[in-house]
């Protein structure tokens, strides 16, 4: 984080600052997820994000974290529901054959 890179394509030669931030709405549009997917990720506490002048970023870093954790199952449930009641009879029926 915090690298400076040179802008050639201006021609000005300023510094750029790697922030480690990605547009919430890029975020979204490369995950195949809508932008309250985001919020509810936000709001759970499973990636960070800032506010820069009214739009949301996302950091990546917690963005990374997320992913290896979801890799790891922390986030699964078990099914509920009509869902849950197929699998308790689908694992009653593995067991008696």
């Not at 809508?34 to 709001?43: F, Q």
């Not at 820069?52 to 922390?74: H, M, N, P, Q």
């Amino acid at each position: 984080m915090g690298e400076a890179l040179h802008d050639v394509a201006s021609g000005y030669g300023q510094p750029i600052t790697n922030t480690g931030l990605r547009s919430a709405k890029a975020v979204a549009r490369d995950r195949g997820v809508s932008d309250v997917t985001l919020w509810r990720w936000r709001t759970r506490g499973w990636i960070k994000t800032a506010n820069v002048s009214g739009k949301i970023y996302v950091d990546l870093a917690s963005l990374a974290d997320f992913d290896r954790r979801a890799a790891a199952g922390e986030f699964s449930k078990a099914p509920v529901g009509a869902a849950g009641k197929s699998a308790e009879t689908r694992a009653a029926r593995e067991v008696l054959e």
